[in-house]
């Protein structure tokens, strides 16, 4: 069974510029997280969709941060225009069913961002 | 707000000792405790996951334990191996759905 798989691995960009980061999930898997890990520090959900709804976007700086998961499969998130503090890995994550408390998160590698 | 914090922040120990990695979090009400473990340039791998009416789960040579009350959790690892070298991180579900709080991590090196 394939992973999570995330694109691109590292991106390295000027503050005030765009970026956007893909991410696959696992086949059926219903539930998609974003994830941001500050170097240091746990990572810290973003956003939660189920299929292609909105569960729990109460983290994300919606100022500079979007994301969109259109037909319920993979998902884009974008970051414009990007800050200095925003230097993280993003984390994608995905689960089977409708983000139960027991449900197993599977985490991609993640996409390393620097921010010049 | 929930906290979750983790001591030490990184331990080195000899192949084949055994320890304890600890995680303590501030509001009880949790659902779960996962423990995951994350090499470097990857994503977390879930190790084990505690439901709120358990007191542990074993897998191999982890043995995690939980203590909700008291708001602590350990993670025990039987004779480490330098396999098991990387940053152990743990997290509890929260209140929304499947909403993890992660702790800062415990980075592991095993020493051959």
């Known amino acids: 069974e394939a992973g999570v798989a995330q694109s691109p691995r590292y991106k390295i960009i000027e503050k005030r510029q765009s970026v956007a980061f893909w991410c696959n999930p696992i086949s059926g898997h219903a539930t998609l997280y974003w994830y941001q890990q500050i170097l240091g520090q746990g990572p810290k959900l973003l956003i939660q969709?189920?299929?292609?709804?909105?569960?729990?976007d109460s983290q994300l700086p919606k100022d500079r941060f979007s994301a969109e998961r259109l037909k319920g499969v993979d998902s884009t998130l974008k970051i414009q225009p990007a800050k200095l503090e925003d230097s993280a890995v993003y984390l994608c994550?995905?689960?089977?069913?409708?983000?139960?408390?027991?449900?197993?998160?599977?985490f991609g590698p993640g996409t390393r961002l620097t921010v010049l | 707000k929930q906290e979750v914090t983790q001591i030490p922040a990184a331990l080195s120990v000899p192949e084949g000792e055994n320890l304890v990695l600890n995680c303590s979090f501030t509001d009880s009400a949790i659902y779960n405790l996962q423990w995951f473990r994350q090499d470097p340039g990857k994503g977390l791998t879930s190790l084990l996951l505690i439901q709120s009416s358990q007191r542990e789960q074993t897998s191999g040579r982890l043995n995690a334990s939980l203590d909700k009350s008291s708001g602590r959790s350990t993670l025990y690892i039987a004779a480490s191996q330098p396999g098991d070298s990387a940053t152990y991180l743990c997290?509890?579900?929260?209140?929304?759905?499947?909403?993890?709080?992660f702790g800062t991590g415990t980075r592991l090196t095993v020493i051959p």
């Open positions: 997290a509890v579900d929260g209140a929304g759905a499947n909403n993890l709080f």
């Open positions: 969709f189920q299929n292609n709804g909105v569960v729990d």
């Open positions: 994550a995905s689960s089977f069913s409708s983000g139960g408390h027991t449900d197993t998160q599977y």
